[in-house]
């Protein structure tokens, strides 16, 4: 769930909360238990509501065949997994992937790897590993500047608790040295950043995510073109230490506006991928 979703859904519960206060004023009897049973009822559909945004409304719609149209000539399939366009009895099925790079993500893990060797192997490993793609793909970085303090505090938060669970970890007397390696290896990475922040860096948000395109005389072509695309680059990216996954749902719709407007903001632009994975 989004920031939106969240003020919504607390400004909804607010509002039954503030009744609940009223419920003295039923008076005693049959009218306070029914106003009582009201609000439950009303609380229960506002948390269906929102995870029926999410789990159930994907599903309802590609059971009974609901199609979405994105803009002029364009519609989102009723699996809500690809955007189809018709020009001239051509088929055009647009499908998205999101990029997760680990060795970005993680690697403060090895700061003291040879950084400038893998920068420089970096052009050789991605020209193999898609020398096997014949057909075109977009490959998308989104990036944008964090707060810094923010981010500090957001690593402290971060690392107080690792050092909770490492101390709770050695109270218990149970020897799991996977677990306290684990442990150890996370708190390494934080401090990690957290020293290159007081050195100066600046931390940075990065979202890549990977368009490409599938043809064909029908609709069923076209997306049968677009699942065994996005297939082979799931197979040649994962070469580069790349974790991919299919965008599916509202998501995609976001995704798709991306060719016309931009996220403003690191919230924003996040928000786009909560539901994946």
């Keep these: 769930m989004d920031s939106t979703g969240i003020i919504y859904l607390l400004f909804s519960l607010i509002i039954v909360i503030v009744t609940f206060s009223m419920l003295p004023y039923f008076g005693p009897g049959i009218y306070r238990i029914i106003a009582v049973a009201i609000l439950i009822l009303t609380v229960i559909a506002i948390l269906m509501l929102n995870w029926i945004d999410f789990m159930v409304f994907p ?15 364009y519609k989102i399939i009723k699996s809500q997994d690809a955007i189809v366009k018709n020009v001239g009895g051509i088929y055009y099925a647009i499908g998205y992937l999101t990029a997760n790079l680990f060795a970005y993500t993680f690697k403060a893990e ?6 400038d060797s893998r920068i420089a192997a970096a052009p050789d490993k991605w020209e193999r590993a898609i020398s096997g793609i014949d057909f075109s793909f977009k490959f998308h970085v989104l990036s944008c500047g964090r707060d810094v303090q923010k981010v500090r505090d957001s ?5 107080g608790y690792i050092e909770f669970q490492m101390a709770r970890l050695q109270q218990s007397g149970k020897q799991n ?33 990977i368009e490409t395109v599938g043809v064909g005389v029908t609709e069923r072509a076209a997306i049968d073109n677009l699942s065994a695309q996005m297939a082979r680059l799931q197979v040649a990216l994962s070469a580069l ?28 632009m996040a928000s786009n991928f909560d539901s994946q994975g």
């Design 59 to 73: 599903a309802v719609s590609k059971a009974i065949g609901i199609t979405f149209q994105p803009m002029k000539d």
């Design 155 to 159: 690593l402290e938060g971060k690392r």
């Design 177 to 209: 040295d996977t677990a306290m390696e684990d442990l150890q290896r996370k708190q390494n990475m934080i401090q990690t950043q957290m020293d290159r922040i007081s050195q100066g860096e600046k931390p940075i948000a990065t979202i890549m995510y």
């Design 110 to 115: 090895n700061p003291d790897e040879d950084v």
């Design 241 to 268: 230490d790349v974790q991919i996954i299919k965008v599916v749902g509202r998501e995609l719709y976001s995704i798709f506006n991306f060719n016309f407007s931009l996220p403003t903001s690191y919230s924003e």
